[in-house]
């Protein structure tokens, strides 16, 4: 079992940039792989950016690219996404995701708001 909690969402102007965390509970954080997912009003939930339990591989998507990056420190069990450049389009909630094969976990989710 693994608890999530997200924090460091907020509102800022378009341009800025904010960096979310993800503290996991559990002693078999660093087996998981890791993802930041995003919801804005009246869209599905969709992937924003992945990193395996190693550091390995990283996985962003398109939209993100180049100005968001995500990483991890295992000593502390917990997951970063750093966001730049920020754009109105960027507006959602934002929740953090554990998955070890057929399990996933949530976070509650943090509100991130850019204003044009």
């Known amino acids: 079992q693994v608890q999530l909690l997200e924090s460091g969402g907020g509102l800022v102007q378009a341009g800025g940039s904010l960096r979310l965390s993800c503290a996991a509970s559990?002693?078999?954080?660093?087996?998981?792989?890791m993802g930041w997912f995003r919801q804005a009003p009246g869209k599905e939930r969709e992937s924003v950016a992945r990193?395996?339990?190693?550091?390995?591989?990283?996985y962003y998507a398109d939209s993100v690219k180049g100005r968001f990056a995500i990483s991890r420190d295992n000593t502390k069990n917990t997951v970063y996404l750093q966001m730049n450049s920020l754009k109105p389009e960027d507006t959602a909630v934002y929740y953090c995701?554990?998955?070890?094969?057929?399990?996933?976990?949530w976070g509650q989710g943090t509100q991130v708001t850019v204003s044009s």
């Open positions: 990193i395996r339990w190693n550091s390995g591989p990283t």
């Open positions: 995701n554990a998955n070890l094969g057929p399990a996933n976990y």
């Open positions: 559990g002693r078999t954080f660093s087996s998981y792989a």
